[in-house]
């Protein structure tokens, strides 16, 4: 597989990996992530399927998030940096907040193995998703 259809299916797996997230659909997206996923919760890191699956399924029953990726950019360390636009909306849909982040992933054996989130314009980590 060359370098660009590995990035191609980075970019894939990661676009269907947003795809899910924002339709909160819980088994489209625990199929993208490893089982041993490690993932960012404030000032805190989530490890694994359950950790994560409490984490989404809490998160949903309070707010709306929907992560539209803007940009993809590949690493040399092989991570995959996808600038993101976000819109946080309440249950009853008004707008809560909007930002740009910058997601970190780590991607192995065609799974999301680790995010790490950076606020894009200051490159430092907001707290969480």
Known sequence: MTAQDTAGAAEELLARAYAAYNQQDLDGLLALVSDEVDWPDGSHRLRGRAAVTA????????VRTH??????????DGTVTVRISQVVRS??????????FDHLHHIEDSRI???DI????SGSDPGGD
């Open 55 to 62: 984490y989404w399924t809490q998160q949903w029953t309070r």
């Open 67 to 76: 992560d539209r990726p803007v940009r993809f950019t590949h690493r040399p």
């Open 91 to 100: 249950l009853a849909g008004e707008v809560i907040s909007t930002g740009s």
């Open 113 to 115: 193995v680790r995010l």
């Open 118 to 121: 950076q606020d894009a314009a």
